[in-house]
């Protein structure tokens, strides 16, 4: 996992756009917006995954292929509704089995961070807060997508800063 802060530019989102130079963000700073992280070893992968979802209460999972052969002919619609700018009323949890992509998520300042992401990470979006997902330009990612209770994604794009999940998350950080 790498991240850093996006540069705006309007061009293929697949791309990196890091700034020049670049302007790194670390993991306390994305744990500052109430984003979590975990490397996990390819040694007892799953182990650790059981004992995050034991520790964290995640009593479901299934696995997203998002790639033109996983999604097959929503894979075009599908993308587009990934990379408009979301919240949800859960935790979004992934873990990345395979491939690369790009999560954008938006800091204290409302400033954009793009998270890149790859086998072995795991990544935590608090719910409320504001963020997108795109591939890169390999094209493909497979993840493990962990839930609290029944596995449901829904987005609701912003602006929905009266959402009291949107309201809850300011004041957790504001906090913080
Ligand atoms: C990498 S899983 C697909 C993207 C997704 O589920 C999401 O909510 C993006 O914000
Ligand atoms: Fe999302």
Known sequence: ??????????????????????????????????????????????????????????????????????????????????????????????????????FDIRDKQDRWVRIKVEAGDLIVLPAGIYHRFTLDTNNYLKAMRLFKEDPVWTPLNRPCDENPYRKAYLEAIEAN
């Open 1 to 102: 996992m790498r991240a850093y802060l996006y540069d705006n530019l309007d061009t293929d989102c697949r791309e990196p756009h890091e700034q020049n130079p670049s302007v790194p963000v670390s993991v306390e700073e994305l744990g500052a917006s109430g984003v979590l992280y975990w490397r996990l070893k390819d040694e007892n992968f799953e182990e650790q995954i059981d004992k995050i979802c034991a520790d964290r209460n995640y009593k479901n999972r299934d696995q997203i292929t998002v790639s033109k052969e996983g999604l097959g002919e929503l894979f075009d619609a599908k993308i587009k509704t990934f990379f408009a700018e979301h919240l949800h009323e859960d935790e979004e949890i992934r873990a990345i089995l395979e491939g690369t992509g790009y």
